[in-house]
């Protein structure tokens, strides 16, 4: 397991994805691709893929960035073009569509967040201002782009929420988009509830810097 951690202040962080992967083996889940663990490579370019066009493009959109143009296919990574294009497509107009319908202002984009008290960092997907049961939330968010979630999607945006600038949410959503059949959904995360997994994951970051330490 790749272990990410970043020095920061004189201090060792542990990335939070790196931590949930520690989670996610302890907890027996499957990993976040589809089919079978001989594609799975090219479905986290997929995944990896989604995130960018869908980011991009809102970054664009409120002028954060100066243009915009989905991932493009690699062939030597992926071998469809037509799935490529599609899914990437598919991303972008779901995502769109929860723009849309929820009002949603980018805050930060991929903004780079840190806790002393739990020893994580993370990159969150998008930190935002949006309209919930019409009134205007800070609003903690995460993309995914599988089939199905997970128990630890749950607590890795709750770790999200813990990080310094982040923990201003009051509101935790999980948008996830289907890259089989297309569709999306929000899931809402308690930021204030199962505090304890957060604890967990805090954890697992210690345990992976102490690998980190001792090779």
């Known amino acids: 397991m790749t272990i990410r951690c970043v020095k ?3 201090r060792l962080y542990v990335g939070v994805t790196s931590a949930m992967a520690l ?11 589809y089919g079978q663990a001989s594609v799975a ?14 980011l991009d493009w809102l970054a664009h959109t409120h002028g954060l960035i100066p243009s915009y143009s989905p ?6 990574q992926h071998p469809d073009e037509i799935r490529w294009n599609n899914v990437m497509c598919a991303s972008v107009k779901r995502f769109v569509e929860f723009c849309s319908q929820y009002e949603v202002e980018p805050i930060g984009i991929e903004q780079e967040a840190f806790s002393a ?18 009134k205007r939330v800070r609003t903690v968010i ?19 929420a813990k990080l310094d600038g982040i ?21 809402q995360v ?23 330490q001792h090779g």
């Not at 989670?23 to 691709?33: A, Q, R, T």
């Open 23 to 33: 989670v996610k083996i302890l907890l027996g889940e499957k990993p976040d691709f």
């Open 71 to 76: 991932p493009s296919w690699d062939r030597a």
């Open 142 to 160: 995460d993309l995914k782009f599988v089939h199905k979630l997970q128990r630890s999607h749950d607590m890795q945006l709750r770790c999200y």
């Open 117 to 134: 008290a739990y020893g994580l960092v993370g990159h969150i997907d998008l930190y935002c201002l949006l309209t919930w049961k019409k």
């Open 190 to 212: 308690d930021l204030h509830d199962h505090l304890d997994d957060v604890a967990a994951v805090a954890n697992a970051a210690r345990l992976c810097i102490w690998a980190e």
């Open 8 to 10: 920061h202040d004189g």
């Open 41 to 54: 490579n090219v479905h986290a370019l997929e995944g990896t893929g989604c995130h960018a066009a869908c």
């Open 167 to 187: 923990n201003e949410a009051r509101l935790g959503l999980l948008f996830h988009c289907d890259r089989e059949s297309s569709t999306w959904a929000i899931r």
